[in-house]
């Protein structure tokens, strides 16, 4: 039995699961499996061994003690039981309590503050743009957001919060977000084509695809600012999808479109520049037919 258990703990490990969903698998498992220390101890009263019979029934009513614990906190709203003796524990042998599933959410969410760029910018250096998005654009993204999810890079799961969670704050006006905090893509640059700033992006540069255009950048409209600054798209972050909001009793969740916010860095261009170019390229042409008439 311990070892069909150890088995299924190894199998679990390979599922990404919900932290709630493994909980709820785990106590269910071992719930079951506490039943087995009950047929041992009887198999031990049976050939006359008390003693070991006695101490495999003290086993049982203590494991089944705190798998009612667990049912209660995993399958409950109310996760609490007049006979939890957890405080009395924690306060006698100084121990610091861990919500599991809190744990998790925090977890993901100190994973947020790693934001993906294109360099290192000053913060002065950054201009406000608007991006506009096309039936063909939120079709793209629906389609990144679904394969970034494939291969684990994201997870749609609102941060492995439950909805008794999720209805406290979308009561309190904090309406949640199945992919939690802005996810920056893993792939993203800024092309100049056919009188469009457009942003691309995707897995990796092999299958970019065009994900938004740049309306304005700053108060300019965007080409009109392509030719004052030279333009760089420092972040892109996966912001919108689906959100949980507050219904009479539960939540209930309203699908919306996935969305880009985006950072654009700036520097102006300078005469100086454009002029000495001309001046090489003016400079080139005449070494150019010297060295045709030579021939």
Same mark, same amino acid.
């Given at each position: 039995m311990?070892?069909? *258990?150890?088995m299924?703990?190894?199998?679990l490990?390979?599922?990404?699961?919900?932290v709630?969903i493994k909980?709820q698998?785990y106590t269910?498992?071992?719930?079951?499996?506490?039943?087995?220390l009950?047929?041992?101890?009887?198999r031990?009263?049976?050939?006359?061994f008390i003693?070991?019979?006695l101490l495999?029934?003290?086993?049982?009513?203590?494991?089944?003690?705190?798998?009612?614990?667990n049912?209660?906190y995993?399958?409950t709203?109310?996760k609490?039981?007049?006979?939890?003796?957890s405080?009395w524990?924690?306060?006698?042998f100084?121990?610091?309590?861990?919500?599991p599933?809190?744990e998790?959410a925090k +977890?993901?969410?100190?994973?947020?503050g790693f934001?993906?760029?294109?360099?290192?910018?000053?913060?002065e250096?950054? *201009?406000?743009?608007e991006v506009?998005?096309?039936?063909?654009?939120k079709?793209?993204?629906e389609k990144?957001? +679904?394969?970034?999810?494939?291969v684990?890079y994201?997870s749609?799961?609102?941060?492995?919060?439950?909805?008794?969670?999720?209805f406290k704050?979308?009561?309190?006006g904090?309406?949640?977000?199945a992919l /939690?905090q802005?996810k920056?893509?893993?792939?993203f640059e *800024?092309?100049s084509?056919?009188?469009?700033?457009?942003?691309y992006?995707?897995?990796n540069?092999?299958?970019?695809m065009?994900?938004g255009?740049?309306?304005?950048?700053?108060?300019?409209?965007a080409?009109e600012?392509y030719?004052?600054?030279?333009?760089?798209l420092a972040?892109a972050? !996966?912001t919108g999808?689906?959100v949980?909001?507050? /219904?009479?009793?539960d939540?209930?969740e309203?699908v919306?479109p996935?969305?880009l916010? !985006?950072?654009?860095?700036y520097r102006?261009r300078?005469?100086?520049q454009s002029?000495s170019?001309?001046?090489?390229?003016?400079?080139?042409?005449?070494?150019?037919?010297r060295?045709?008439?030579?021939?």
């Amino acid at each position: 039995m311990v070892s069909i *258990l150890s088995m299924i703990n190894s199998y679990l490990s390979y599922i990404n699961l919900n932290v709630k969903i493994k909980n709820q698998v785990y106590t269910t498992l071992a719930t079951i499996g506490n039943f087995y220390l009950l047929y041992v101890s009887y198999r031990f009263f049976v050939n006359g061994f008390i003693v070991r019979g006695l101490l495999f029934i003290l086993a049982f009513l203590v494991i089944a003690y705190f798998a009612y614990l667990n049912i209660l906190y995993y399958f409950t709203k109310d996760k609490k039981s007049r006979y939890d003796i957890s405080p009395w524990i924690e306060k006698t042998f100084h121990l610091t309590p861990k919500d599991p599933l809190t744990e998790a959410a925090k +977890k993901k969410a100190s994973q947020v503050g790693f934001v993906q760029t294109n360099g290192i910018f000053k913060n002065e250096d950054f *201009l406000p743009a608007e991006v506009k998005f096309d039936t063909q654009a939120k079709e793209n993204l629906e389609k990144l957001v +679904k394969s970034l999810v494939q291969v684990g890079y994201l997870s749609l799961d609102y941060d492995g919060q439950s909805d008794e969670v999720l209805f406290k704050l979308a009561k309190q006006g904090q309406a949640q977000r199945a992919l /939690g905090q802005p996810k920056a893509l893993p792939y993203f640059e *800024l092309v100049s084509s056919e009188k469009k700033l457009l942003i691309y992006g995707g897995l990796n540069q092999m299958e970019k695809m065009v994900l938004g255009e740049i309306t304005t950048v700053g108060l300019m409209p965007a080409l009109e600012a392509y030719k004052t600054y030279h333009l760089y798209l420092a972040t892109a972050m !996966i912001t919108g999808g689906p959100v949980k909001v507050a /219904g009479r009793v539960d939540v209930i969740e309203k699908v919306e479109p996935y969305r880009l916010e !985006i950072q654009v860095a700036y520097r102006k261009r300078s005469q100086a520049q454009s002029k000495s170019s001309v001046s090489v390229s003016a400079q080139a042409t005449p070494t150019y037919r010297r060295r045709r008439h030579q021939k």
